[in-house]
């Protein structure tokens, strides 16, 4: 079946954030007195935060009920106001994909003031749908924010691709029994071996046989 439309995560695979995600997670670890480590938290990556945040706390022997103030301390962190780094070729892409008339969206974990508050507007408005983690209820490796998403662009399943960068991620685009293309860029393939596509950075996507058939 031909590819209609395809469903981008975004930390790590369309913004440069992921490292200062794990900045504002150990800042607020920290208060605590836990030193989380990066490649532990990069695992949970695509679980909504408050999951995130009672997974950590169990870990490292906090009380659960203590998962709400240090969900909040994480965003407080986070909300620095400087803007996202793009990765190399993303907005290219983009702006391909819209000339070609592929739909788009984007499913992410990052709740809504988060996303507004590190990309712009004009960008996003690019996209056809845009789902954040305060928009569901089953996060990441859930099928559910893909199915969702993919329905949002009325696409069968056979239409649509996932782009993901995160274990999990590449798990609930397997269970919505979507195509996924997974990138390297904050986990090596070792992590991402059930995504159908493994790259090493966003920029090789147009080299792929699925992407370059969109493009033609």
Known sequence: MVIKGILFDLDGVIVDTMHDHFVAWK???????????????YKLEGRRIIQIAEILAEKYGIPKTEAEKIHDLKLKYA?????AKFYEGVKELVSNLKTKGIKIGIVTASVKGFLEEKVDKEFLDKFDVILTGDMYEKGKPDPDPYIQGRLALGLEEEECIVIENAPLGVK??????????AIESTLDKSYLGEAD????????LKTTDKIKKVLE
């Open 27 to 41: 800042a607020a670890f920290k208060d605590y007195g836990a030193d989380i480590d990066k490649t532990e938290y």
């Open 79 to 83: 909300a620095t106001g400087k803007r």
């Open 172 to 181: 609930a685009a397997k269970a919505a029994n979507m195509y996924c293309i």
């Open 197 to 204: 596509v493994i790259l090493e950075k966003f920029g090789d």
